[in-house]
Nanobody
């Protein structure tokens, strides 16, 4: 089964940094098209953090502009979210989203990771 797996979360003090990674794993996948990162704080709905646009540029939520950077390594089929100057309000479960193309069967699927917790202490 092909899936996206996030890593790099954890507990950090306010002002600190973390880098999240998201990689595809499983049999028969050939490539991923990274689409973006989302997060869900306790008691809140899932929200966009950062995405790649169809033109290849990037889009950020106003709350993270200037602090977070989304990137991807197509050769490694991995996407990243560099988070700097973290604030307690950034505490949430972070999810990556990508299209995964598989060889067997030959298809492209919209996939989400299971999420990883980021906790920022004040």
């Amino acid at each position: 089964q092909v899936q996206l797996v996030e890593s790099g979360g954890g507990l950090v003090q306010a002002g600190g940094s973390l880098r999240l990674s998201c990689a595809a794993s499983g049999r028969f996948f050939s490539s991923i098209n990274a689409k973006g990162w989302y997060r869900q704080a306790p008691g809140k709905q899932r929200e966009l953090v950062a995405t790649f646009t169809t033109g290849g540029s990037t889009n950020y939520a106003d709350s993270v502009k200037g602090r977070f950077t989304i990137s991807r390594d197509n050769a490694q089929n991995t996407m990243y979210l560099q988070m700097n100057s973290l604030k307690p309000e950034d505490t949430a479960v972070y999810y990556c989203n990508a299209d995964i193309t598989t060889i067997l069967p030959r298809r492209t699927m919209d996939c989400w990771g299971k999420g990883i917790l980021v906790t920022v202490s004040s």
